[in-house]
């Protein structure tokens, strides 16, 4: 899933693996990144609903929303998920 903040709106995308994907990631278990190329994959169609069934996977970190560090933001930074609720925007 693809994430997009821009000045008033949010854009959001999904993809899915194809056959191509599933058979390059069941033989290259920890792959570079920069193989995996878009013939592996393709968009997907994306609902949005007020109904979520399912859960939310969030930062274990007290840092959760990197919209507002601005110029803070490391992009090679590593982290770990956990399930959980996000909490509410301004927070």
């Keep these: ?37 878009n013939v592996y994959y393709e968009k997907s169609q994306l609902l949005l609903s007020e109904k979520f069934l399912g859960f939310f996977m969030v930062p274990d970190n ?9 110029l803070g933001v490391v992009t090679n930074l590593k982290y770990t998920l956990v399930p959980g609720a996000p909490k509410e925007f301004y927070h």
Excluded: C, D, H, R
């Design 1 to 37: 899933m693809n994430v997009a903040f821009t000045p008033g709106s949010l854009s959001l995308t999904a993809y899915k693996l194809n056959l191509n994907g599933y058979e390059f990631l069941k033989a290259n278990p920890n792959p570079n990144p920069s193989a995996f190329t």
């Design 62 to 70: 007290v840092i959760w929303n990197y919209n507002f560090i601005g």
